[in-house]
């Protein structure tokens, strides 16, 4: 018995490292996460995508905490806000956004600086907004920029109410410390839903 208590150990440490389980508090990601959901995480992953649910450092908590956040925009794409729509040309190719939005049906809108995807996220997480939210300009009012490399743009999903990337900026890879692999989600019904906590405190 002794001889597997070792083999054990190594495996609970290593478990232990490369994975994390992190309650869900406050109201940023609502409503794909709420309050209670738990999540599970991979601290030894290579690539991010856009959509990518991570846990990041956050540089204007004074308590230090981590936040989960979604990946909006990778090293080199272009994005901008207007009216608390998100805009984002990836790689900085509008060429390839105008054919990247007529092949997954996606709406594209011509500006001065090329064609950018308007709210492409809606699709296919759960964005949401709330219009009775009076929000700062900072969320609603974005000028056109370029992610630097090795640098992410992160997002919450309930945009009206998020401490994202739109207040510090695009988070460098060193701030970024694991990525969402899975979701325990508490039990929801549409009565218990309308009563979730739509503003932090």
């Known amino acids: 018995m002794k001889k597997f208590i070792l083999p054990i ?7 232990f490292y490369m994975l994390r389980l992190y309650k869900i508090s406050g109201t940023s990601m609502n409503y794909g996460l ?3 959901d738990i ?22 908590d004074p308590e230090g905490r981590l936040y989960i956040k979604r990946c909006a925009a990778l090293p080199g794409d272009k994005y901008f806000q207007k009216e608390r729509s998100f805009y984002l040309q990836p790689e900085g190719n509008s060429t390839r956004t105008k054919v990247l939005a007529q092949t997954y049906d ?5 500006t001065k600086d090329g064609y950018f995807l308007k709210d492409p996220y809606l699709k296919y997480y759960g964005v949401v907004h709330n219009w009775r939210l009076r929000v700062p300009k900072v969320l ?7 992610v630097k490399p090795k640098h992410y743009f992160m997002l919450g999903d309930f945009r009206d109410n998020s401490a994202d990337s739109r207040f510090f900026g695009a988070v460098p890879r060193s701030w ?26």
Not at 9 to 15: A, E, G, H, Y
Not at 106 to 110: K, N, S
Not at 140 to 146: G, N, R, S
Request: without cysteine.
């Open 106 to 110: 996606l709406q594209a809108v011509q």
């Open 39 to 60: 999540v599970l995480t991979y601290r030894q992953f290579d690539a991010i995508h856009r959509g990518d649910m991570l846990v990041i450092k956050h540089p204007l």
């Open 9 to 15: 150990l190594i495996l609970f440490s290593v478990s």
């Open 176 to 201: 970024i410390f694991s990525k969402v692999i899975y979701v325990f989600k508490k039990p929801r019904t549409w009565q218990e839903l309308i009563t979730v906590k739509e503003a932090d405190e």
């Open 34 to 36: 709420i309050e209670g």
């Open 140 to 146: 609603t009012q974005l000028p056109v920029t370029t």
